[in-house]
């Protein structure tokens, strides 16, 4: 296994190609995936997500465009169908894959990653996240995503949901700004995930990790936890993210 680029107590993080880290894991290991991939839509190369992004940043003619590695269809599904067929191996009976997924269109994104979802590992329920006043879009207004969760297997390993936890959750989401990752989720978002699926000293992982919202997440609630990502720059505000976040819980 290589060096990590970052650890804590709790966790590592890893600077490269998930799916050869994936592929360095102990089989049956992981207790649950929590994870925002690229969605193969080229994301921030100049659409109107980048237009947004300089308009609310205040630098309409200096900010450069932020593309995602990877974030071209064609790459992104090849990527995904292996991060799926991976991730069956790794997760322990029962455990569960969540992934954020994109809502609406024009592009059914959430259909093929369902359906691929149920043919790798088996799929379980798609969650609405709704996002709390109007989205991007020239017709309709982006205002949902959503999280789209596979099981391996039966009976599930953990659920702490009991019998009132909706299929929607009502999360306010991020704009970006210049400092923060292009399609940064919140931290509710993910801490969400982790408490449903998991308890306190599970490992979580999370093969596209960005700038390290689960990790911080996993660190807030006890979760042991594994992230990788492909971008060194990623990997290094990551880094700085989770420091923070640890000397902030320290202080309370």
Not at 76 to 102: P, T, Y
Not at 125 to 133: D, E, F, M
Request: with cysteine; proline share 5%.
């Amino acid at each position: 296994m290589k060096e990590p680029y970052y650890s804590t107590d709790l966790g590592d993080l890893y600077l490269g190609d998930c799916l050869e880290v994936m592929s360095e894991l102990q089989e049956n290991s992981i207790d649950l995936i929590v994870t925002d991939p690229p969605y193969g839509l080229n994301y921030n190369d100049g659409d109107l997500a980048n237009y947004r992004e300089r308009a609310f940043g205040g630098h309409i003619e200096s900010m450069e465009a932020r593309p995602i590695v990877g974030d071209d269809q064609e790459t992104a599904d090849l990527v995904f169908r292996d991060f799926l067929r991976r991730s069956k191996h790794l997760l322990k009976r029962g455990a569960c894959c969540c992934c954020c997924c994109g809502g609406g269109g024009p592009k059914p994104l959430f259909a093929r990653w369902t359906l691929y979802m149920d043919e790798e590992i088996g799929f379980k329920q798609a969650v609405v996240w709704v996002k709390p006043g109007l989205g991007m879009g020239i017709q309709f207004r982006r205002s949902y995503e959503f999280v789209l969760i596979a099981q391996n297997g039966s009976p599930t390993r953990v659920w702490n949901g009991g019998k009132t936890t909706s299929n929607a959750w009502v999360i306010p989401k991020i704009i970006p700004s210049g400092d923060q990752h292009p399609t940064q989720k919140p931290k509710a978002l993910m801490a969400k995930q982790i408490n449903l699926f998991s308890n306190t000293g599970d490992l979580v992982l999370d093969p596209f990790i960005g700038y390290g919202t689960t990790a911080v997440a996993c660190e807030d609630l006890k979760r042991c936890w594994i992230g990788v990502d492909i971008s060194e720059e990623c990997c290094e505000v990551a880094a700085k993210r989770i420091e923070a976040s640890r000397r902030q819980l320290k202080l309370f």
